[in-house]
């Protein structure tokens, strides 16, 4: 957990207004848009809505935090210790399954291991858990397999971009940080 992640100190504008409403919809109401699935250039505000989500639930709700690489890296240890069924499993201990950077040795070429991930996501939300997923990469031209999979079975899951705030939002925000001070 990272505490300066917060909903309020998140630059909002037309750029990152629905990622943003979608992200404070699921602190009020937990399992509304399941899975929900942000991607968007490096630096959008991608990770800071993840730990602002996150910020906004721990109290409340057993949230859990990981990037795509380690959740990549922990899946071939439990696939080579033949514990893949313990590795799904263990996921199923939290109310919030955050990934971020999904793309993370899931790309294109790499099918298995996409159709691996989406295994465990629909085990997650068959149990009622919240998935929040982030890539750096637009799914339906780079994460084809989990991209159609989210397309045909998720219908109260969101898909959608994120782009870093306008110079004008963020030179207002940093501005109005100054006063506060």
Same mark, same amino acid.
């Given at each position: 957990?990272?505490?300066?992640?917060? +909903?309020?100190?998140?630059? @909002?504008? %037309?750029?990152? $207004?629905?990622? /943003?409403?979608?992200?404070?919809?699921?602190?009020? !109401?937990?399992?509304?848009?399941?899975?929900?699935?942000?991607?968007?250039?490096?630096?959008?505000?991608?990770?800071?809505?993840?730990?602002?989500?996150?910020?906004?639930?721990?109290?409340?709700?057993?949230?859990?935090?990981?990037?795509?690489?380690? +959740?990549?890296?922990?899946? @071939?240890? %439990?696939?080579? $210790?033949?514990? /893949?069924?313990?590795?799904?499993?263990?996921?199923? !201990?939290?109310?919030?399954?955050?990934?971020?950077?999904?793309?993370?040795?899931?790309?294109?070429?790499?099918?298995?291991?996409?159709?691996?991930?989406?295994?465990?996501?629909?085990?997650?939300?068959?149990?009622?858990?919240?998935?929040?997923?982030?890539?750096?990469?637009?799914?339906?031209?780079?994460?084809?397999?989990?991209?159609?999979?989210?397309?045909?079975?998720?219908?109260?899951?969101i898909i959608t971009d994120i782009s870093a705030p306008n110079v004008v939002s963020s030179k207002d925000f940093v501005e109005?940080?100054?006063?506060?001070?």
């Amino acid at each position: 957990m990272n505490p300066k992640y917060t +909903f309020d100190n998140f630059v @909002v504008d %037309s750029q990152n $207004e629905l990622p /943003y409403s979608v992200a404070t919809a699921i602190t009020k !109401n937990l399992l509304r848009y399941n899975p929900f699935f942000v991607y968007g250039k490096w630096h959008s505000g991608k990770t800071h809505l993840l730990r602002a989500i996150e910020n906004a639930l721990q109290e409340k709700y057993k949230v859990f935090y990981t990037t795509g690489e380690q +959740f990549h890296s922990d899946l @071939v240890k %439990s696939l080579q $210790e033949k514990r /893949y069924a313990d590795f799904i499993k263990q996921y199923q !201990n939290y109310d919030v399954v955050m990934i971020d950077n999904i793309e993370e040795r899931t790309s294109k070429c790499m099918v298995d291991t996409q159709k691996t991930i989406m295994e465990v996501i629909d085990s997650l939300l068959a149990n009622n858990k919240q998935v929040i997923l982030t890539s750096e990469l637009n799914p339906a031209e780079n994460l084809p397999v989990m991209y159609q999979h989210f397309a045909s079975h998720y219908e109260s899951g969101i898909i959608t971009d994120i782009s870093a705030p306008n110079v004008v939002s963020s030179k207002d925000f940093v501005e109005n940080l100054i006063k506060k001070a």
